[in-house]
């Protein structure tokens, strides 16, 4: 669990302040709309300061942690669900919080460090670490939402491999495809052997023989013609 604490002000939107129109509006203000929901009430249409919500997107904390949402002096208890980004200036247009209860367990992606990679005999024998994930699906409480799932690599050899289950998860942590009567024990980092271009250093080295009479004739007619003229 991190002691990183994430709080976030924002304005409550009348319904005249919804919609396309209104929200380019907001973004001329640079406002960011948003909206909360869930846990049992009303969604909560309403608008950040820009500023705030990039500053507290640089964090990857805060994309799996509990956020304090201060609309109009009530806070709100949410995580993040969804964001919006300009396709190619990339800062966010639109974000959707899910307001968490208290003893309600909640589904959310969180990300997966791998550690140790230096270490491992495989990458000393030339092998490549493939991580195949970078996020994780868990179910857990509120309260035990872990800002991120870590993977000890240190002591992979050339042809191991880890999966789902081999994640060391915290207290209360499940991971939600394991749970699916359908779910796949999948493969989330490997050790590859490594990859060596085989070159061939006679490639350059022709010997006469082996080029084609034609060819041959075809040189030696040339330096006939020009020694005639």
């Excluded at 709309?33 to 869930?38: E, K, L």
């Excluded at 989330?188 to 004739?217: C, F, L, R, S, Y």
């Amino acid at each position: 669990m991190s002691n990183n604490h994430f709080e976030l002000n924002a304005t409550d939107r009348s319904a005249d302040l919804q919609g396309k129109g209104a929200s380019r509006r907001l973004r001329k203000q640079n406002l960011v709309p948003a909206i909360i929901y869930g846990g049992g009430e009303q969604p909560t249409a309403i608008s950040i300061k820009i500023n705030e919500l990039v500053k507290a997107l640089e964090f990857e904390a805060f994309f799996s942690h509990i956020l304090t949402i201060n609309v109009d002096g009530t806070e709100h208890q949410a995580v993040i669900k969804d964001l919006q980004r300009h396709p190619a200036k990339g800062f966010p247009m639109h974000a959707d919080f899910q307001r968490v209860v208290k003893g309600q367990k909640i589904h959310m992606n969180v990300p997966v460090h791998f550690v140790g990679r230096e270490e491992a005999p495989g990458t000393a024998a030339g092998g490549v670490l493939s991580t195949l994930v970078s996020d994780i699906e868990v179910i857990c409480l509120p309260s035990q939402l872990p800002e991120y799932l870590e993977v000890d690599v240190s002591g992979m050899e050339i042809g191991d491999l880890f999966r789902l289950s081999d994640i060391k998860l915290p207290e209360g942590v499940v991971i939600h495809e394991l749970e699916l009567e359908d779910g796949h024990d999948r493969t989330i980092v490997n050790m590859q052997p490594p990859t060596v271009e085989e070159v061939d250093e006679d490639a350059d080295d022709v010997d006469a023989d082996e080029v084609p009479a034609t060819e041959q004739n075809d040189g030696a007619d040339a330096e006939e013609s020009n020694d005639d003229e």
